[in-house]
C-alpha cells in the first residue's frame, strides 16, 4: 500500500453502477481526490445499459480507467471489456465478491458465481492494468438494501441460522477503488475485504436499535420456505436461486471471517458495524 497518487489525467474515470452502493461511494471518494469522475446507469445523463450494448462506446469515450460493477448473473461482464479494451482504457477496477472461487461457498449452479468468475477471467486476460475487489456482505444492506424492510417493519426473517457475518462498509470499498484507480501499487491484486468483527443478526439489530434506530427481531427461517415463500410473493425463481445460494454461506459459517483487504489496501482498520449505524441512524434510515 502506498498513499504516492499518480499524475492526474485529463481522461475522465467511468464508474458504472454510480448510484448504487458502492459506486456511489467510489465516486465520491474519487472527486473528493480531484478526480473528472463519469458516472453511467440507466438513469443517467449519458445512459449505459448491460443489455443494450449501443450504449456502451458512448460511456467509454475518452475514458482510460473503469470501475466496474456488474450487474447480477449478467453475461454481458466480458464483451464489455473487451470493448472497454479497444476504445483505450487501461485500467479496471471490478468488485466481484467474497468466496467467488473457493468450492462450496455457494451453490454450485449458481449464475452469479459463474458470470463473476468469467469476468475476472476477462479482467485479467484482457491486457489493462486491473486489481479486483471481493467483498462480503455489505453493511448497507440494513439502510439501503435487502434487510432494511424486515428491520423497518420490526421483524427480519432469514434463513441465516444463528451464524455472524462481518459485515463490510461501502465507504471502505468505494475508497479502495479509488485507491486502487488513482494509487500505484494495487495492480494485480485481489483484496478480499469485511468489516473488523463478526456478529450475529440479533446482535446488529441490537445496535442499531441502541443507536435509535427501529427496534426489531431477527427470525431464523427455514431456507426451503423462505424460498418458497419469495416465489410465491413473485420473485423470479433465477432471482431466488442467487439470493439462497448468497444467503447459505451465511448459514454455513462461511461470511465470519476477517479479511485483511481494508487495511492492506489503505493502511488503515475497516470501519467498524458500529460506526456504519452511528452514520446511518440519523438519515432516518430506519424510520418506517
Not at 41 to 60: A, G, I
Not at 235 to 250: H, K, N, R
Request: avoid cysteine; hydrophobic fraction near 45%.
Amino acid at each position: 500500500m502506498t498513499t504516492t497518487t499518480r499524475p492526474a489525467s485529463r481522461h475522465p474515470i467511468l464508474v458504472l453502477g454510480g448510484t448504487g452502493k458502492t459506486g456511489s461511494r467510489a465516486a465520491a471518494a474519487l472527486r473528493a481526490r480531484g478526480a473528472d469522475v463519469r458516472v453511467a446507469s440507466r438513469s443517467t445523463e449519458v445512459p449505459f445499459d448491460w443489455s443494450d450494448e449501443s450504449t456502451w462506446d458512448r460511456v467509454l469515450d475518452g475514458v482510460r480507467a473503469v470501475y466496474l460493477v456488474p450487474l447480477d448473473g449478467a453475461e454481458a461482464g466480458p464483451a464489455f471489456v473487451r470493448r472497454a479494451v479497444a476504445a483505450g482504457v487501461e485500467r479496471v477496477v471490478l468488485l466481484s465478491a467474497r468466496g467467488v472461487d473457493t468450492p462450496g461457498y455457494f451453490a454450485p449452479d449458481d449464475p452469479a458465481t459463474r458470470a463473476r468468475l468469467d469476468l475476472e477471467a476477462a479482467v485479467r486476460d484482457a491486457g489493462p492494468a486491473w486489481t479486483i475487489l471481493r467483498p462480503g456482505w455489505f453493511a448497507q444492506n440494513f439502510s439501503e438494501g435487502l434487510f432494511r424492510d424486515g428491520v423497518r417493519a420490526g421483524e427480519l426473517v432469514l434463513p441465516t441460522g444463528t451464524a455472524a457475518v462481518s459485515f463490510v462498509d461501502t465507504e471502505d470499498i468505494g475508497a479502495v477503488a479509488a485507491a486502487a484507480l488513482l494509487d500505484p501499487g494495487h495492480d494485480g491484486e485481489t483484496y478480499e475485504l469485511s468489516g473488523p468483527r463478526a456478529l450475529t443478526f440479533d446482535a446488529a439489530l441490537a445496535e442499531i436499535a441502541a443507536a435509535g434506530g427501529r427496534r426489531a427481531d431477527y427470525v431464523a427461517a427455514d431456507p426451503d420456505e423462505y424460498a418458497a415463500a419469495l416465489i410465491a410473493q413473485g420473485v423470479p425463481e433465477v432471482e431466488v436461486a442467487m439470493w439462497t445460494s448468497a444467503l447459505g454461506s451465511i448459514h454455513r459459517g462461511l461470511e465470519a471471517a476477517i479479511s485483511d483487504g481494508v487495511p492492506r489496501a489503505l493502511g488503515r482498520p475497516a470501519r467498524d458495524f458500529t460506526e456504519f449505524v452511528r452514520s446511518a441512524a440519523p438519515t432516518g434510515a430506519w424510520t418506517p
